[in-house]
């Protein structure tokens, strides 16, 4: 099974996907009225059978709650949101250790972040 991960940001939109248990990171995405043509367009690439997305303690909860209510009746897959209790802290970890330039940490963040989240998952 082919997973996809989302890190839901107001801006932007991280992703990760997993195929054959390997995770791949993905270029964020803006967060428009196209987002949930882009995500259709993603899960029918990569074979997606389930998507796991980020749930924050506190701050955008809700409006990652509203994404959610209106992913799941457009792309008919499983949806699941997932505590994501400091997946950008352990990204940003990740995001030094590979030593990446600091001007492209606002072009990766988000998708390490998700690539955090899909490991917590699956493992």
């Not at 799941?72 to 400091?86: C, D, I, N, T, Y």
């Amino acid at each position: 099974m082919n997973f996809l991960a989302i890190d839901y940001g107001t801006k932007r939109i991280g992703l990760a996907y997993s195929q054959d248990g390997l995770i791949s990171t993905l270029p964020p995405i803006a967060n428009d009225q196209l987002v949930l043509k882009k995500i259709s367009d993603l899960i029918k690439l990569y074979s997606i059978s389930k998507i796991y997305i980020g749930l924050p303690e506190w701050g955008i909860r809700q409006n990652v709650l509203d994404f959610v209510s209106r992913l799941s009746p457009v792309l008919q897959l499983p949806v699941e949101a997932v505590e994501e209790a400091v997946s950008t802290i352990e990204a940003e970890s990740v995001f030094q250790a590979i030593k990446k330039k600091k001007k492209s940490y606002r072009q990766t963040i988000d998708s390490l972040a998700a690539a955090v989240i899909l490991r917590r998952v699956i493992g």
